[in-house]
């Protein structure tokens, strides 16, 4: 999903979209967008519906991204493999977090 988004970083996208175009259900693609602008990586734009952009909050977030999908556009299987591994989205999403040095 994270992918699809950032490949078309200027789309908006909404839950029912996105599920369409991955062949997820529709909560599911909600969860995940929600969960992705929890951690500062989507935009949100409330209209008829609300619609989500890839729109990384920092710098540092837009790089790992950036770095993220490149290792993703190499070897989509290992990362596939290493999200899936982890159980939840709060895992992959946590790889994302930005610590304070003093944050241990």
Known sequence: MLA?????????WDPV???RRL?????V???SLEHLTRHNLFDIRVSDSVKYRFSPG??????????WMTEYRK???AVVTLVTAS???SDFADAFRIKRH???
Request: aromatic fraction near 2%.
């Open 23 to 27: 062949g997820i259900a529709q909560r």
């Open 102 to 104: 003093d944050d241990r």
């Open 75 to 77: 070897n989509q299987i």
């Open 29 to 31: 693609a909600q969860r």
């Open 17 to 19: 979209d996105l599920g």
């Open 87 to 89: 159980r939840t989205l």
């Open 4 to 12: 699809a988004c950032m490949e078309d970083s200027s789309r908006w």
């Open 58 to 67: 920092t710098t540092a977030l837009a790089v790992d991204a950036a770095e």
